[in-house]
């Protein structure tokens, strides 16, 4: 039978096994997503089946906090506690400083939790800063990949710090902010805006001298900037509704699993929260229009840059940099009108002196 045309290419291949749950679909979709290892087409042709794909969406965790706050031993915790109630886990650790969030490792450590590793888990840690869309758009991505492959919570382990990693951060529903003792971390985690988007705080490490301090001066934090959040100009706001959540402060020791109970069931209570009232779908649909932009910049630049090939505006422009004083921001300018108007004449007739006097 003569009918090559109809065989799958191997995107839709990887994608329908993906749907199906089949080992090692999920970490390849996400390597060929992550990396485009599937080559520039086939990963572009994946991510567009995966996005084309009705899902229900994940519940998606943050944890963040300063390095050494004890995140990557919590996590397989949680993870483990997620898995054995019977939904299927994907953790991504985007953490590429750190070695010790290598994928190995936390497979290793979900062991050390305790126990025979549970099925359903799922580790990933991610390398790069993200391609053309960046390290939160990578992740959405991954999140979306994940759901696809029937899974039900994606954990995402993020170091606290930084434009990228806030921006990591509002990919999730929950947001989990871990400190520890001796850190100082409470005072980085206000700089650097996280405690305003964290939901449920832990004090790790809650075996060391200090964690009673840590927690209480978090406890504080907390209430004032509760205080300040709800005080528009001298008028208390939380009277004329919206949704009240008080961010619980729990302490945990990640070496033995103490506390892990209770942060599990004060995450489920912000996602029962978040359900309850209706926000849910509004950060699935936030992180949709993200997306969205992010990919509408993408293409947007790449129409322009054929544009440019097109209209063979380059040399001219090379050619005018290269003269003695020659001003880029204003060729850059032209260059931007010329090809928005889709006119080359642009380059030539807006401009003045230095052409006719040289
Ligand atoms: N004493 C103590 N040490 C911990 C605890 N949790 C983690 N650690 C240690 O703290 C260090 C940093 O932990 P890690 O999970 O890598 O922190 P991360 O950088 O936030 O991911 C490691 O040496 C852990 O063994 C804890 O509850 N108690
Ligand atoms: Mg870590």
């Known amino acids: 039978m003569n009918a090559p045309d109809t065989r ?16 090692r679909a999920l970490s390849r979709a996400m390597s060929w ?34 390095g050494g706050a004890g995140k990557s031993s919590l996590v397989p915790h949680l993870a483990r506690r997620f898995a054995e109630g019977g939904a299927r886990v994907v953790v991504l650790a985007v953490d590429p400083s750190s070695p010790l969030s290598g994928g190995a490792l936390l497979g290793d450590r979900i062991r050390d939790a305790g126990g025979a590793p549970p099925a359903h888990v799922f580790f990933r840690s991610i390398a790069t800063r993200g391609g053309q869309g960046g390290l939160a758009v990578c992740v959405a991505d991954l999140i979306r990949v994940a759901a696809v492959g029937g899974n039900d919570i994606v954990l995402v382990e993020t170091v606290g710090a930084g434009q990228s990693e806030l921006g990591v951060l509002d990919v999730a529903h929950t947001v989990l902010l871990v400190s520890a003792p001796g850190l100082g971390d409470d005072v980085q985690a206000q700089k650097a805006g996280v405690m305003e988007v964290a ?42 509704g919206g949704v009240h959540w008080q961010p619980p402060v729990l302490s945990t ?32 649909q936030q992180r949709d229009l993200r997306r969205m932009q992010a990919h509408f910049q993408a293409e947007v630049q790449r129409h322009l840059a054929a544009r440019i090939a097109a209209m063979n505006l380059m040399p001219a422009l090379e050619a005018r940099l290269a003269q003695a004083g020659a001003n880029p921001l204003l060729a850059a ?25 040289t």
């Open 33 to 66: 997503v992550e990396n485009g290892e599937g080559g520039e087409i086939a990963s572009q042709a994946l991510l567009a089946l995966v996005y084309a794909t009705p899902v229900s969406q994940p519940w998606v965790i943050g944890i963040t906090g300063v």
């Open 253 to 284: 020791v990640a070496l033995t699993g103490v506390g892990v109970d209770a942060l599990r069931t004060r995450l489920a209570e912000h996602r029962d929260m978040l359900r309850a009232q209706g926000l849910w779908q509004a950060i699935d």
């Open 333 to 357: 300018e032209q260059l931007a009108q010329a090809v928005l108007a889709g006119a080359s004449d642009v380059l030539g007739s807006s401009h003045n002196s230095k052409e006719t006097s």
């Open 199 to 240: 939901h449920v705080f832990a004090v790790n490490k809650a075996d060391r001298p200090g964690a009673q301090d840590t927690a209480a001066s978090l406890r504080q934090a907390l209430l004032l900037s509760e205080r300040l959040a709800h005080m528009k100009e001298g008028v208390n706001t939380l009277a004329e």
């Open 8 to 23: 799958p290419s191997s995107a839709q291949r990887l994608h329908a096994d993906l749907l199906a749950g089949k080992a």
